[in-house]
């Protein structure tokens, strides 16, 4: 008998599907490798012949804050920042940085968040508390959320770091690209040992979400 208290790997809540995905924006803490998901997603979309501008904001990423990164796609772009409240769709690799840059998204966007949580160092100093709540503030905003247990899938594709391309895959099942090309624009971003753990965490989001979905 399933033990009721193990929460699903992937969990989908929509109120709308998303249309076509063109702007991007990625939110991460220091280290979970948002500007390596941000690479591939601009490796991807240039190889499916599209213009493609990305911008990278590091802030203090090397001692655990906030990395924003943007995506955009077009025949024509002509910025690489997405407006505020425009983004097609936030990828958010924790729950603090999702609700951070939620107000990104335009209403009804879709919303990719890991269920990972990396509290501050205002938190661990005992200064603040880390919000509560965070999922169903996401749902209020976004048409469409895919909560990922990424760090779940990671760890039973066989490495943790593999995290980052877990959310990829499940962002891939919004998206028109055939999964053959997403696996091109990640092995290229990967050296050659660590490609079959990070496309193994791709492909169990990428199906999990697409079950869930009716993809």
Not at 157 to 167: E, I, P, T, Y
Request: hydrophobic share 45%; aromatic share 4%; with cysteine.
């Amino acid at each position: 008998m399933a033990d009721a208290s193990v929460q699903p790997l992937i969990e989908v809540s929509v109120r709308r599907r998303p249309e076509k995905i063109h702007d991007i924006v990625v939110a991460s803490v220091g280290g979970q490798g948002g500007i390596l998901a941000t690479r591939i997603l601009a490796t991807l979309f240039l190889n499916l012949g599209w213009q493609v501008k990305t911008s990278e904001v590091h802030g203090m990423a090397q001692r655990g804050g906030s990395v924003e990164t943007h995506v955009r796609r077009g025949r024509v772009v002509y910025s690489p920042l997405v407006p505020r409240g425009e983004a097609d769709a936030l990828l958010a690799l924790e729950q603090l940085e999702g609700l951070r840059y939620l107000p990104w998204i335009r209403p009804g966007g879709a919303v990719v968040c890991s269920s990972e949580r990396i509290p501050p160092v205002t938190v661990t100093l005992g200064g603040q508390h880390y919000p509560e709540h965070v999922r169903e503030t996401l749902e209020q905003r976004a048409g469409f959320l895919v909560w990922v247990d990424a760090l779940g899938i990671a760890r039973e594709a066989g490495n943790v770091r593999a995290a980052n391309v877990a959310l990829l895959g499940a962002l891939s099942a919004l998206m028109e690209a055939p999964a053959e090309a997403w696996h091109e624009a990640i092995s290229a971003h990967l050296p050659a040992g660590a490609r079959p753990v990070n496309l193994e965490a791709f492909r169990v989001a990428r199906e999990l979400t697409l079950a869930r979905v009716g993809g």
